[in-house]
C-alpha cells in the first residue's frame, strides 16, 4: 500500500550537534522525495529534495541520502540550532502524481 | 515565485453550515492542486487530487459528497465542507503542482484553520 514510514517520532539534541532522521517507502516507483520543516500553525516549508536519479544531495548543513534499493532516505542536519527547532516531515511520490507524507519528527535543538 | 495563496485564513461557523476554502497559484498555472488535512499533531493526509477540468479523485476514506471539490481553472480550486460538523474542525492546507513539471513539487499554501461549533 502507499506507506511511508518516519523515524524517530521525536529527536532532541544540543546545540551544535548533529541529527537525523530516517524515512523508508513502499512504493519503487518513487521517484521524488522531499523534506519538510513545520512550525507550529503554518504551512510546510520544503527545506530539500532529492529525486530518484541522485544517490545524495546537500545544501549548507542540510543533506538528504537516498538508497532506492532499500527504499530509503533519511535527512541530516549538522550543527543544529535552536532555530532548527520544528516539526520535520519526509514525504514520497506515488503513482508518479501525488506525494504521501511520513508521520513527523519532533526535533527539539537545547541551547 | 511559485507562490500559493489561500482564503481565508480562518474561519469559524456552526454545525451544519457550508464552507467553501480557495486555493489559488499566484504566478504558475497549476493544472493539478491537492488539498489535505492536519489534524494537531499529526501529519498532512492527502484528501484529494483536484485537476482542472475534472473532477477530483479522493482517498480512500473521504466522502466526495462532503468535501465537494471544484477545479474550474487553472490557478483556482475550491474546497467546500458541507454540513460541517465539529468533527471537520482541522487545519486544510492546499497545494499546486505547477503545469509541466515532471517531477511532483508543490507549493504550498498557508492553511485555513476550520473550527465548527
Known amino acids: 500500500g502507499e506507506n511511508v514510514e518516519q523515524h524517530p517520532s521525536t529527536l532532541s539534541v544540543q546545540e551544535g550537534d548533529s541529527a537525523v532522521i530516517k524515512c523508508t517507502y513502499s512504493d519503487s516507483a518513487s521517484n521524488y522525495f522531499p523534506w519538510y520543516k513545520q512550525e507550529l500553525g503554518k504551512r510546510p516549508q520544503l527545506i530539500i529534495d532529492?529525486?530518484?536519479?541522485?544517490g545524495e544531495k546537500k545544501d549548507q548543513r542540510i543533506a538528504v541520502t537516498l538508497n532506492k534499493t532499500a527504499k530509503h532516505f533519511s535527512l541530516h542536519i549538522t550543527e543544529t540550532q535552536p532555530e532548527d527547532s520544528a516539526v520535520y516531515f519526509c514525504?514520497?511520490?506515488?503513482?508518479?502524481?501525488?506525494?504521501?507524507f511520513g508521520t513527523g519528527t519532533r526535533l527539539q535543538v537545547f541551547p | 515565485g511559485a507562490v500559493v495563496s489561500q482564503h481565508p485564513s480562518w474561519v469559524i461557523c456552526k454545525s451544519g453550515t457550508s464552507v467553501k476554502i480557495e486555493c489559488r497559484s499566484l504566478d504558475f498555472q497549476a493544472t493539478t492542486m491537492f488539498w489535505y488535512r492536519q489534524f494537531p499533531k499529526q501529519s498532512l493526509m492527502l484528501m484529494a487530487t483536484?485537476?482542472?477540468?475534472?473532477?477530483?479523485?479522493?482517498e480512500q476514506g473521504v466522502e466526495k459528497d462532503k468535501f465537494l471539490i471544484n477545479h474550474a481553472s487553472l490557478t483556482l480550486s475550491t474546497l467546500t465542507v458541507t454540513s460541517a460538523h465539529p468533527e471537520d474542525s482541522s487545519f486544510y492546507i492546499c497545494?499546486?503542482?505547477?503545469?509541466?513539471?515532471?517531477?511532483?513539487?508543490?507549493?504550498f499554501g498557508p492553511g485555513t484553520r476550520l473550527t465548527v461549533l
Open positions: 483536484s485537476n482542472e477540468g475534472s473532477k477530483a479523485t479522493y
Open positions: 532529492i529525486r530518484s536519479n541522485v
Open positions: 497545494s499546486a503542482r505547477r503545469t509541466g513539471d515532471f517531477y511532483n513539487e508543490q507549493f
Open positions: 514525504a514520497a511520490t506515488f503513482n508518479t502524481d501525488k506525494l504521501i
